[in-house]
């Protein structure tokens, strides 16, 4: 994809030290703040939404205190050998319209809002919030590029049936996306999932659809070399990306909401992350990121180089 023509250079980077002055609310890694798609290739989008959490709530200030310990975040990229920010015109698009009072109607909010971007010729990279807006997100990249590949880095699979009667939540994303037709028949790959589920008939939807699972114990014992071997398939096809926090050990990001001991380290993350750069990438996600239970704001500083790290694969 060839970058559109910069309407503005990218702010320069701030001294080490020294921590930038902001005129407003902190954006994106001090990227500028700029709304229209057109002149962007990626845009930083926020989803400030926590309506589908079933245990502790707090995404919705994800994508605010992400932007604030994005702060430090710099240009260039020693181990990709890559510079995002003169490869791309890359901004801060800021956050979509969204209901907190509803889960339906945020859908909608968020594949109308999505689906403007992505006409306009740029890529979302979205910041939640919970995993629930996977689906609209999916929802307005199909209109675009029809089925896609997808990778999901999580310790859950999100292919439950609902909650207290309600068909949607942060566990159900996967489960209606492969059956409303947005990912390819067998083209998704899950790595991180871990911990107790219900029975064992709750791994039925994956065998079912053809879910490739890596777990967390089986990525402690082969590493990255084992996602690259499901990921060879997937080169050649366009992908889209989703990273749930909570496959972070809570060690490393207590910041969650569903918080599974047995997870990665913060430097398994990044090294699995950066495996992924061969992808024909179309959009990708970070969620659940819930500053009311982080420590230090350790998770938030995680997430926020993380975002860093997914700007590069592009």
């Known amino acids: 994809m060839k970058a559109k023509k910069r309407a503005t250079p990218h702010p320069k980077p701030v001294d ?12 994106f890694m001090r990227l500028p703040h700029i709304p229209r798609a057109e002149e962007l290739d990626i845009a930083l989008i926020g989803v400030p939404f926590d ?17 604030v310990q994005s702060a430090m975040i710099r240009p260039w990229n020693p181990v990709l050998k890559v510079n995002p ?9 800021g956050d979509l319209s969204i209901n907190p009072l509803s889960i339906e109607d945020t859908y909608q909010r968020i594949t109308e809002q999505l689906d403007a971007v992505l006409r306009a010729g740029a890529r979302p990279v979205c910041v939640g919030g ?52 947005l990912i390819q028949k067998g083209s998704a790959l899950q790595v991180g999932l871990r911990g107790q589920v219900y029975g ?33 398939r997937l080169r050649s096809r366009p992908v889209y990306l989703t990273l749930d926090i909570d496959v972070v050990d809570p060690a490393f990001a207590p910041g969650t909401g569903t918080p599974q001991v047995g997870g990665l380290s913060s430097a398994q993350i990044l090294d699995l992350v950066r495996s992924l750069k061969d992808l024909k990438l179309v959009g990708c996600d ?29």
Do not use: M
Not at 54 to 62: C, D, E, K, V, W
Not at 296 to 310: P, Q
């Open 16 to 27: 080490a030290l020294v921590y930038p002055r902001f005129s407003g609310i902190p954006t």
């Open 51 to 67: 309506g589908g959490t079933t245990y502790r709530p707090g995404p919705r200030f994800g994508p605010r205190n992400i932007r």
């Open 85 to 93: 920010f003169e490869k791309w015109r890359i901004g801060d698009f």
């Open 130 to 181: 919970d995993h629930s807006i996977l689906l609209p997100i999916l929802r307005a990249v199909h209109k675009h590029h029809g089925p896609v590949a997808f990778v999901q880095l999580d310790a859950h699979g999100d292919t439950w049936g609902g909650y207290f009667g309600s068909p949607h939540s942060h566990g159900t994303p996967v489960k209606y996306a492969i059956e409303e037709g």
């Open 200 to 232: 064992e008939e709750d791994f039925d939807f994956a065998r079912k659809h053809r879910i490739q699972i890596i777990t967390s114990e089986e990525f402690h014992r082969g590493g990255v070399d084992l996602v690259k071997r499901h990921l060879a």
């Open 286 to 314: 970070l969620v659940e990121v819930s500053p009311p239970y982080d420590n230090g704001e350790i998770t938030s500083l995680l997430a926020a180089n993380l975002l860093y790290e997914l700007l590069c694969l592009f």
